[in-house]
């Protein structure tokens, strides 16, 4: 069963950086687009990142355009959020995503269980 | 880009039908034939129920339903039972820049 296990959060000052990792396994990890997708605490859900299946374009929300870079080794099965210049406000669970391909297309069909980080 | 708006809460009967509104606009929900439901329980990862605007995955209940109209998507759960109290969300497509919005949520009460 395809599955997604996100590492890296934690706590860090406003101003400072932190980097996400996300591992794949059971699915062909170079195949498919990945996102990030984030949820602060008792809020909704927002659409972070996403980085087609080759690393070849990359795509960000307004609110993390300039600060957040997304990439992927597909050597290695993962996905990586590099997060600098953080703020209160980008405080959330962060989720990596997997996109459906073929089978669901641009559609959202494994997601990760998340990693908290809290800017503080 | 703006979260698309949805019903801050829905409540139904055991074995009655509800439906959740998304209201988008004519750059994304109303646009693109992408809107896709998730549902998601309490300390849980969200669940794709619906995706390309009234498809169903494999394995989901043919209780859940998506269509669209305009600028407004729509999912209906009929036959309204107890495991779908849940919080559910839409999410459009929304072209180049920022690519996907969701929608702001709904929480879903079974009575």
């Known amino acids: 069963q395809a599955q997604l296990v996100e590492s890296g959060g934690g706590v860090v000052q406003p101003g400072r950086s932190l980097r996400l990792s996300c591992a794949a396994s059971q699915f062909t990890f170079s195949s498919f687009s990945l996102h990030w997708v984030r949820q602060a605490p008792g809020k909704g859900l927002e659409w972070v990142a996403a980085?087609?299946?080759?690393?070849?374009?990359?795509y960000y929300a307004d609110s993390v355009k300039g600060r957040f870079t997304i990439s992927r080794d597909n050597s290695k099965n993962t996905l990586y959020l590099q997060m600098n210049s953080l703020r209160a406000e980008d405080t959330a669970v962060y989720t990596c995503v997997k996109e459906g391909g073929f089978s669901h297309p641009d559609a959202f069909d494994i997601w990760g269980q998340g990693t908290l980080v809290t800017v503080s | 880009q703006s979260a698309l708006t949805q019903p801050a809460s829905v409540s139904g009967s055991l074995g009655q039908s509800i439906t959740i509104s998304c209201t988008g606009t004519s750059g994304d929900v109303g646009f693109y034939n992408v809107v896709s439901w998730y549902q998601q329980s309490p300390g849980n990862a969200p669940k794709l129920l619906i995706y390309e605007v009234t498809k169903r995955p494999s394995g989901i209940s043919n209780r859940f339903s998506g269509s669209r109209s305009g600028n407004t998507a729509s999912l209906t759960i009929s036959g309204l039972q107890a495991e779908d109290g849940a919080d559910y969300y839409c999410?459009?497509?929304?072209?180049?820049?920022?690519?996907?919005?969701f929608g702001t949520g709904t929480k879903v009460t079974v009575l």
């Open positions: 999410c459009a497509y929304a072209g180049s820049g920022s690519l996907y919005v």
């Open positions: 980085i087609t299946y080759d690393g070849g374009n990359k």
